[in-house]
């Protein structure tokens, strides 16, 4: 079972759609038609499973040091559920996932500004 085709992701207010771009084996890829916008998913199966849902953005820039120059850079952002084999079920796991992405989400991202500013 896969996700369905096209995936959306609203970033900044603006949905975005995310056509599929490669399926395969336990992955699969949605891009936008300028491939500045990507969403992953992937699953790892060996002693412990490890599922991956990635999000890369790239955009252009002014280039701080040669305010006339522009380059590309881009950013990741990604949730990686690490589970035994056995002991946990999905639904199990499920709720720490919700923990995690209420945490996050929280007080208008609080939690998300506090870790970009490099409190620990």
Do not use: C, W
């Not at 038609?33 to 955009?59: C, I, N, P, T, W």
């Not at 120059?69 to 999905?90: E, F, K, L, W």
């Not at 945490?103 to 500004?113: C, E, I, N, P, Y």
């Amino acid at each position: 079972m896969s996700f369905s085709d096209p995936q959306s992701l609203t970033i900044n207010s603006v949905a975005t759609s995310l056509p599929r771009v490669s399926s395969g084996p336990n992955s699969g890829a949605f891009a936008n038609a300028d491939g500045s916008v990507r969403l992953s998913v992937s699953h790892a199966y060996g002693k412990r499973v490890r599922r991956q849902l990635r999000v890369d953005s790239s955009k252009i820039a002014s280039d701080p040091l040669y305010p006339a120059q522009n380059v590309q850079s881009s950013m990741t952002a990604y949730i990686v559920i690490d589970t035994p084999r056995v002991g946990y079920t999905n639904a199990e796991a499920k709720v720490v996932v919700d923990a995690l992405v209420a945490k996050l989400a929280a007080s208008s991202g609080a939690a998300v500004t506090d870790l970009l500013g490099g409190q620990n």
